[in-house]
């Protein structure tokens, strides 16, 4: 159950990252449905950030708090616990607000998205932000699991 | 579908800015983090839930006062500076907080 619910969390995770990134090379190389497939990218972006959030806090409150984290702490590198999953776990919640924000503006703004240079610029500024963070984020991730194996958790 | 985009712009900054202010504030005063775990069952559930309360209510509140006029690039790049603000300062929160 816990590997399960840890592999549903990364992969939706690293797929809302990589549906960001498709609406950056859709919009900087438009073609004719190209306005379609952004909003479809930035649709599905969103709801995986959702999915990632639920499915990985349900592991965080049930079973990371009690089973993974004391052993960090107790551990040779308290500080994954300590500065890298607590980082990690509020940084978070700026992703589902930043990609209902994205994704808001790319349905606001229709066909207007492909012609208007500023609108283009901003919705590749927010997902460049959302991949970004996105990123950093896996990057924690990958921290945590180590430590955690390293703490002898698994 | 048309949204407001300044106002949805005002509510995601102004969210971020309540997480970090929630987390913060969380950490430092025991009682706080202490109410923030027994209204949901663990601080980070009631922290969310806020979070998304407060986006949909002052999305709505401020779609009500402002006229969506926005010029996208700026919003975003105000946006922008704010996250990166916002992710600076937590890391450094917890950073600060654990070196001794």
């Known amino acids: 159950m816990v590997n399960l619910l840890v ?4 992969i939706t ?11 950056v090379v859709e919009l900087l190389d438009p073609k004719e449905k190209t306005a379609k497939r ?14 990632s959030w639920v499915v990985g ?8 708090g009690t089973d993974v984290k004391p052993l960090i702490k107790e551990g040779a590198s308290p500080w994954i616990h300590s500065v890298v999953m607590e980082t990690k776990e509020h940084v978070f919640l700026f992703l ?7 994704t808001g503006i790319i349905f606001s703004s ?17 997902c460049a932000l959302i991949i970004l963070i996105g990123l950093a984020i896996t990057g924690m991730g990958f921290l945590i699991s180590t430590g955690a194996r390293a703490a002898g958790v698994g | 579908m048309k949204l407001n985009i300044k ?14 202010v929630l987390t913060i504030w969380g950490e430092l005063s025991n009682s706080f983090k202490t109410f923030l775990a027994v209204s949901t069952g663990h601080h980070w559930i009631t922290k969310g839930m806020l979070s998304l309360i407060f986006f949909v209510v002052v999305y709505f509140m401020i779609s009500k006062i402002v006229k969506d006029r926005a010029d996208s690039t700026n919003w975003a790049i105000n946006t922008s500076i704010a996250t990166i603000l916002a992710v600076i300062i937590i890391f450094g929160f917890y950073l600060w907080h654990f070196v001794p």
């Open chain 1, 7 to 10: 592999t549903i969390h990364v």
């Open chain 1, 13 to 23: 995770g690293v797929l809302a990252i990589f549906a960001f990134l498709l609406v």
């Open chain 1, 38 to 51: 952004v909003k479809a990218f930035a649709l599905i972006g969103t709801i995986l950030i959702f999915v």
């Open chain 1, 57 to 64: 806090g349900y592991y965080y409150v049930t079973y990371y």
């Open chain 1, 96 to 102: 589902p607000f930043l990609s209902i924000l994205a």
């Open chain 1, 110 to 126: 229709n066909a207007e998205l492909l012609k208007n240079h500023k609108t283009k610029l901003a919705v590749l500024l927010l």
């Open chain 2, 7 to 20: 106002s949805l712009n005002y509510s995601t900054i102004l969210t971020i800015w309540l997480i970090v």
